[in-house]
């Protein structure tokens, strides 16, 4: 299947829905006239504009003279259609990183960060990931809570 | 002359041991972190905004001036040694500087993109001193109808000069004026997308967008989707240039820094099509245009050049009338925000300490990325010799932290985190990110100048044609579309953004 195809239908899907999403949050703000626009008057043109748009690329997808003209790509099968590992790994770990800060502070959190991060790599070396993570969090906790005064607390604890 | 003694007075401002200590550690910084593979200037300036925070605006902007054309420069050695561009602008160094490298020259197309930088950054900084002041005094007559014309003709610039399809490119932006929109809208007081969410009722944070499309969305592609990559490190050894080498470059620096000047002004993006224009201005008059793409100087010294300048110039929009031409002006919108400085044309008269500071620093910062970064190349080489497994996570912590920072709420990680998702999903798609983000800060003074407009034109949309500027800008903006839909300009784009 050529690339160009299904990138053109799935971002129209994409903006599609998104479209759709944010005519039916906004279709209760007061829209108002064009002289005294409410706040719903703007988010419902754009985002009907997108629905739009988004119709127009997914039927232009399915078009297959339309899609020949455009420039086409070989899927060589070498890169993935969703990269699922580094996806999870990355934001998983920031995510989970997310919620520990404001509990166990910066040393702890920016460990659990570059250990859950390392997952997203295939060949999770364990000893690097842990060298890594120690040598990640004594930088950042001298550099930005000591260093730069950033307000965040090193520890759980107090000294 | 009045224009000396404002640069007299920003030169004041900037040389005193502070100001040049924050200009030095931006700069420094800056090139640090653009020199990572696959970090942009976007990425690199939306990771340290927060670090500016304490910081008094003067010096703050001076310091995220250094560190976006520190990352700018940055990019271009990466762009040269591993052929991975770290932006779009240094796409175009990348086809020869990288041949150039894998001669064993790699040294001399460091050091002629050092010095074609640095003289479009001087001409570039005199350019400003010379051309926002009027600008912002016209600007100052702008109405709601005038803003709003011109917001909508820097977008359809950035459309234009967007990579692929017209229509994503389109799509991007509606997206990003509606993200723009989420919060409490500033009329009535509703609240807009928030979903009953407290933190959302100031609207979405820049600086967490940026990083969750630039900075997550980014490290996600290169981990999934990593290609082999040599660096040309070991062969970085002198960094002298031939007396040929200087002769086949001089002209190609001063025709880059002409066009990087005039064309970083537009709103929209003007680096991309600076670099871009002088590559093929090049090719075209030179008297062997078959050495470009082998390794041809003139390709590295001309494109850098014009980069540069354009990167410098693109500061114009935003000082004098608030509109960003980039992602990173768009951050620098935010910043500005933050310290309580109104991006604007009221910039020069208001802040004038603030302004012409800004300005004499680019021409320092200039002096001291030449510098700082000739003989520092060697530890610049050893950074990219760095397996990325080992420093993603380390970007990742230092975007995470940044974020947090902002306010100290988790919660602006979670919003980056699904930007990330954002972020990356655009790529699979081909849907490039910058025209989303200049969106997402224009979505909300777009409306508020539309709907003033309209309220004094009884809501009649001709009587934005009335206005004699803002009928000009609308035009232009049509014009532009026209033109970018016609089969032939078409064409002619979609080879250019191949090559």
Same mark, same amino acid.
């Given at each position: 299947?050529?690339?160009?195809?299904?990138?053109?239908?799935?971002?129209?899907?994409?903006?599609?829905?998104?479209?759709?999403?944010?005519?039916?949050?906004?279709?209760?703000?007061?829209?108002?006239?064009?002289?005294?626009?409410?706040? #719903?008057?703007?988010?419902?043109? =754009?985002?009907? &504009? !997108?629905?739009?748009?988004?119709?127009? @690329?997914? *039927?232009? /997808?399915? %078009?297959?003279?339309?899609?020949?003209?455009?420039?086409?790509?070989?899927?060589?099968?070498?890169?993935?259609?969703?990269?699922?590992?580094?996806?999870? #790994?990355?934001?998983?770990?920031? =995510?989970?990183? &997310? !919620?520990?800060?404001?509990?166990?502070? @910066?040393? *702890?959190? /920016?460990? %659990?960060?570059?250990?859950?991060?390392?997952?997203?790599?295939?060949?999770?070396?364990?000893?690097?990931?842990?060298?890594?993570?120690?040598?990640?969090?004594?930088?950042?906790?001298?550099?930005?809570?000591?260093? !730069?005064?950033?307000?965040?607390?090193?520890?759980?604890?107090?000294? | 002359?009045?224009?000396?003694?404002?640069?007299?007075?920003?030169?004041?401002?900037?040389?005193?041991?502070?100001?040049?200590?924050?200009?030095?550690?931006?700069?420094?910084?800056?090139?640090?972190?653009?020199?990572?593979?696959?970090?942009?200037?976007?990425?690199?300036?939306?990771?340290?905004?927060?670090?500016?925070?304490?910081?008094?605006?003067?010096?703050?902007?001076?310091?995220?001036?250094?560190?976006?054309?520190?990352?700018?420069?940055?990019?271009?050695?990466?762009?040269?040694?591993?052929?991975?561009?770290?932006?779009?602008?240094?796409?175009?160094?990348?086809?020869?500087?990288?041949?150039?490298?894998?001669?064993?020259?790699?040294?001399?197309?460091?050091?002629?993109?050092?010095?074609?930088?640095?003289?479009?950054?001087?001409?570039?900084?005199?350019?400003?001193?010379?051309?926002?002041?009027?600008?912002?005094?016209?600007?100052?007559?702008?109405?709601?109808?005038?803003?709003?014309?011109?917001?909508?003709?820097?977008?359809?610039?950035?459309?234009?000069?967007?990579?692929?399809?017209?229509?994503?490119?389109?799509?991007?932006?509606?997206?990003?004026?509606?993200?723009?929109?989420?919060?409490?809208?500033?009329?009535?007081?509703?609240?807009?997308?928030?979903?009953?969410?407290?933190?959302?009722?100031?609207?979405?944070?820049?600086?967490?967008?940026?990083?969750?499309?630039?900075?997550?969305?980014?490290?996600?592609?290169?981990?999934?989707?990593?290609?082999?990559?040599?660096?040309?490190?070991?062969?970085?050894?002198?960094?002298?240039?031939?007396?040929?080498?200087?002769?086949?470059?001089?002209?190609?620096?001063?025709?880059?820094?002409?066009?990087?000047?005039?064309?970083?002004?537009?709103?929209?993006?003007?680096?991309?099509?600076?670099?871009?224009?002088?590559?093929?201005?090049?090719?075209?008059?030179?008297?062997?245009?078959?050495?470009?793409?082998?390794?041809?100087?003139?390709?590295?010294?001309?494109?850098?050049?014009?980069?540069?300048?354009?990167?410098?110039?693109?500061?114009?929009?935003?000082?004098?009338?608030?509109?960003?031409?980039?992602?990173?002006?768009?951050?620098?919108?935010?910043?500005?925000?933050?310290?309580?400085?109104?991006?604007?044309?009221?910039?020069?008269?208001?802040?004038?300490?603030?302004?012409?500071?800004?300005?004499?620093?680019?021409?320092?910062?200039?002096?001291?990325?030449?510098?700082?970064?000739?003989?520092?190349?060697?530890?610049?080489?050893?950074?990219?010799?760095?397996?990325?497994?080992?420093?993603?996570?380390?970007?990742?912590?230092?975007?995470?932290?940044?974020?947090?920072?902002?306010?100290?709420?988790?919660?602006?990680?979670?919003?980056?985190?699904?930007?990330?998702?954002?972020?990356?999903?655009?790529?699979?798609?081909?849907?490039?990110?910058?025209?989303?983000?200049?969106?997402?800060?224009?979505?909300?003074?777009?409306?508020?100048?539309?709907?003033?407009?309209?309220?004094?034109?009884?809501?009649?949309?001709?009587?934005?044609?009335?206005?004699?500027?803002?009928?000009?800008?609308?035009?232009?903006?049509?014009?532009?579309?026209?033109?970018?839909?016609?089969?032939?300009?078409?064409?002619?784009?979609?080879?250019?953004?191949?090559?």
């Amino acid at each position: 299947m050529k690339i160009r195809m299904w990138a053109d239908f799935g971002a129209g899907l994409l903006f599609f829905v998104i479209g759709c999403a944010a005519i039916f949050i906004a279709q209760d703000y007061p829209f108002g006239t064009a002289s005294r626009m409410g706040p #719903g008057y703007v988010p419902i043109w =754009l985002a009907s &504009a !997108l629905a739009l748009i988004g119709t127009v @690329l997914v *039927v232009r /997808s399915m %078009i297959p003279t339309f899609v020949a003209r455009e420039e086409t790509e070989a899927d060589n099968g070498a890169t993935p259609i969703f990269a699922f590992r580094a996806v999870f #790994g990355v934001l998983g770990a920031v =995510l989970i990183f &997310a !919620l520990t800060i404001d509990h166990v502070g @910066l040393a *702890v959190a /920016s460990i %659990i960060l570059v250990v859950i991060s390392g997952t997203s790599v295939r060949d999770y070396n364990v000893r690097e990931v842990v060298i890594t993570a120690i040598c990640l969090s004594v930088l950042c906790v001298g550099l930005f809570v000591y260093g !730069l005064g950033v307000p965040v607390a090193a520890f759980p604890f107090r000294f | 002359m009045e224009l000396f003694q404002s640069l007299g007075l920003g030169l004041s401002v900037v040389l005193t041991p502070m100001n040049l200590v924050y200009c030095f550690t931006g700069a420094l910084v800056g090139t640090l972190i653009g020199v990572l593979p696959g970090l942009g200037p976007a990425a690199t300036v939306a990771m340290l905004i927060p670090i500016t925070f304490t910081l008094p605006p003067d010096s703050a902007l001076i310091m995220l001036a250094g560190i976006y054309y520190g990352a700018q420069y940055g990019g271009s050695t990466t762009a040269i040694l591993v052929n991975l561009p770290g932006e779009s602008s240094s796409i175009v160094t990348a086809i020869d500087g990288y041949q150039m490298a894998r001669q064993g020259r790699a040294g001399a197309a460091l050091a002629i993109a050092a010095i074609g930088s640095f003289f479009a950054g001087t001409v570039a900084t005199l350019a400003i001193a010379l051309f926002a002041p009027p600008l912002a005094e016209m600007a100052l007559k702008f109405g709601p109808a005038e803003y709003f014309s011109l917001m909508v003709l820097g977008l359809v610039t950035a459309i234009v000069l967007a990579h692929g399809s017209i229509l994503k490119a389109v799509a991007m932006v509606v997206l990003g004026l509606l993200l723009g929109l989420v919060g409490t809208d500033v009329n009535s007081g509703y609240q807009r997308f928030t979903f009953d969410m407290i933190f959302l009722s100031d609207g979405l944070s820049i600086v967490a967008v940026a990083m969750g499309v630039f900075g997550l969305g980014e490290i996600i592609a290169n981990l999934g989707h990593s290609k082999e990559r040599a660096v040309y490190a070991s062969k970085v050894k002198g960094l002298w240039l031939s007396r040929n080498d200087i002769k086949r470059s001089w002209k190609p620096i001063i025709r880059g820094t002409a066009l990087g000047s005039l064309l970083g002004i537009l709103p929209g993006g003007g680096a991309v099509l600076a670099s871009f224009y002088s590559y093929t201005l090049e090719k075209k008059i030179s008297g062997t245009p078959e050495a470009f793409g082998k390794g041809a100087i003139e390709g590295v010294a001309g494109p850098e050049s014009a980069n540069n300048a354009g990167a410098q110039t693109s500061f114009i929009p935003l000082l004098t009338l608030g509109i960003p031409s980039n992602p990173v002006m768009a951050l620098m919108i935010g910043a500005m925000m933050i310290q309580g400085v109104t991006p604007g044309p009221e910039v020069i008269s208001k802040w004038p300490e603030l302004f012409w500071g800004v300005i004499a620093s680019m021409w320092i910062g200039n002096i001291m990325l030449v510098i700082l970064n000739l003989p520092l190349i060697g530890i610049w080489v050893r950074l990219l010799t760095i397996p990325y497994r080992l420093l993603f996570p380390a970007i990742l912590l230092f975007c995470c932290i940044g974020v947090y920072s902002l306010n100290n709420n988790a919660m602006d990680i979670v919003v980056a985190s699904v930007f990330g998702l954002m972020g990356y999903i655009f790529f699979r798609l081909k849907c490039e990110a910058a025209p989303l983000l200049l969106g997402f800060i224009l979505g909300s003074p777009l409306e508020e100048y539309f709907r003033r407009a309209l309220l004094l034109a009884d809501g009649n949309p001709i009587n934005l044609l009335v206005r004699p500027l803002s009928a000009v800008f609308l035009a232009t903006a049509v014009g532009m579309m026209i033109l970018v839909l016609l089969p032939l300009f078409r064409n002619a784009r979609e080879k250019a953004f191949q090559e």
